[in-house]
């Protein structure tokens, strides 16, 4: 027999208005505010053995990722195109995989480093280089633990956007040996069964088809898109059904997640 799969309990779902003002950056121009309806689901999933899953992943918006298990957060990519974050002062790590906007902000560092000083940031030397607060630079292959998660760094790359355009540094993370995100890249986890994967579903240097290629490459058992925000609701869907079909190839489930939804892992 296959591994056991989740099975969601609830009450899980709850639809509530919501006017989030996402911080300007300057190379981007000023604030603006985001309105609309959000669906939050908690996914409280648990083995078919009745073991209940530790770690909890919630999607933010764009690729932003917010990490939970033991009492303690891990934040991944909150970038410019995701709203105020609340809830930081349980914040042990922060990894940011690439020095692009849409994966990190000042403001967004200012907040989580004044509700817990002395969160260590880990991420390229381009971001330590930008960044007004000590980040530290990792490398592919390198291993860190903080708090109650360990990381081990994969990639090294940014997709190729144009040729025109410079390549610059990305990195894929492995949180608990269970949960991948491979940042702004296809990079694949060398000899990891990956239990969970975030993957890409929209950017300037994302072809779908590549997507479904690096999701069979993959084979998660739990898959969800993220980094979606330049996509239409229609362009959304349409790139879900796409990753779903290929997380099914191997016996894998896909979730829609939209932002304020988690999973567990």
Same mark, same amino acid.
């Given at each position: 027999?296959?591994?056991?799969?989740?099975?969601?309990?609830?009450?899980?779902?709850?639809?509530?208005?919501?006017?989030?003002?996402?911080?300007?950056?300057?190379?981007?121009?000023?604030?603006?505010?985001?309105?609309?309806?959000?669906?939050?689901?908690?996914?409280?999933?648990?083995?078919?053995?009745?073991?209940?899953?530790?770690?909890?992943?919630?999607?933010?918006?764009?690729?932003?990722?917010?990490?939970?298990?033991?009492?303690? &957060? @891990?934040?991944?990519?909150? !970038? /410019?195109?995701?709203?105020?974050?609340?809830?930081?002062? #349980?914040? =042990?790590?922060? +990894?940011?995989?690439?020095?692009?906007?849409?994966?990190?902000?000042?403001?967004?560092?200012?907040?989580?480093?004044?509700?817990?000083?002395?969160?260590?940031?880990?991420?390229?030397?381009?971001?330590?280089?930008?960044?007004?607060?000590?980040?530290?630079?990792?490398?592919?292959?390198?291993?860190?633990?903080?708090?109650?998660?360990?990381?081990?760094?994969?990639?090294?790359?940014?997709?190729?956007?144009?040729?025109?355009?410079?390549?610059?540094?990305?990195?894929?993370?492995?949180?608990?040996?269970?949960?991948?995100?491979?940042?702004?890249?296809?990079?694949?986890?060398?000899?990891?069964?990956?239990? &969970? @994967?975030?993957?890409?579903? !929209? /950017?300037?240097?994302?072809?779908?088809?590549?997507?479904? #290629?690096? =999701?069979?490459? +993959?084979?998660?058992?739990?898959?969800?898109?993220?980094?979606?925000?330049?996509?239409?609701?229609?362009?959304?869907?349409?790139?879900?059904?796409?990753?779903?079909?290929?997380?099914?190839?191997?016996?894998?489930?896909?979730?829609?997640?939209?932002?304020?939804?988690?999973?567990?892992?």
């Amino acid at each position: 027999m296959g591994p056991s799969r989740p099975v969601l309990s609830g009450p899980f779902l709850q639809l509530f208005k919501y006017d989030t003002t996402i911080p300007g950056d300057p190379n981007r121009g000023p604030n603006t505010v985001h309105r609309g309806r959000v669906a939050l689901m908690n996914l409280a999933c648990r083995s078919d053995s009745g073991l209940t899953a530790g770690m909890r992943i919630t999607r933010h918006e764009h690729a932003a990722l917010r990490l939970e298990h033991d009492g303690q &957060t @891990l934040l991944i990519d909150p !970038g /410019a195109f995701t709203a105020p974050l609340d809830g930081l002062s #349980d914040v =042990v790590g922060v +990894v940011i995989t690439h020095e692009h906007p849409d994966h990190w902000t000042a403001v967004h560092l200012d907040r989580i480093l004044q509700a817990a000083p002395g969160t260590p940031i880990f991420s390229t030397a381009a971001v330590a280089a930008a960044a007004d607060h000590l980040v530290t630079t990792v490398a592919p292959g390198q291993t860190y633990a903080v708090g109650a998660f360990s990381l081990r760094f994969f990639g090294g790359e940014h997709a190729v956007i144009h040729s025109s355009l410079p390549t610059i540094e990305n990195l894929g993370v492995l949180v608990n040996d269970t949960f991948y995100y491979p940042g702004d890249s296809y990079a694949l986890p060398d000899d990891v069964a990956v239990d &969970t @994967l975030a993957a890409p579903l !929209g /950017a300037p240097w994302l072809k779908i088809g590549e997507a479904m #290629d690096f =999701v069979l490459s +993959v084979a998660p058992r739990r898959c969800f898109g993220t980094h979606d925000m330049t996509l239409s609701p229609i362009g959304r869907n349409m790139h879900r059904e796409r990753l779903r079909w290929a997380t099914e190839q191997h016996n894998g489930e896909f979730y829609d997640l939209d932002p304020g939804m988690s999973v567990d892992a």
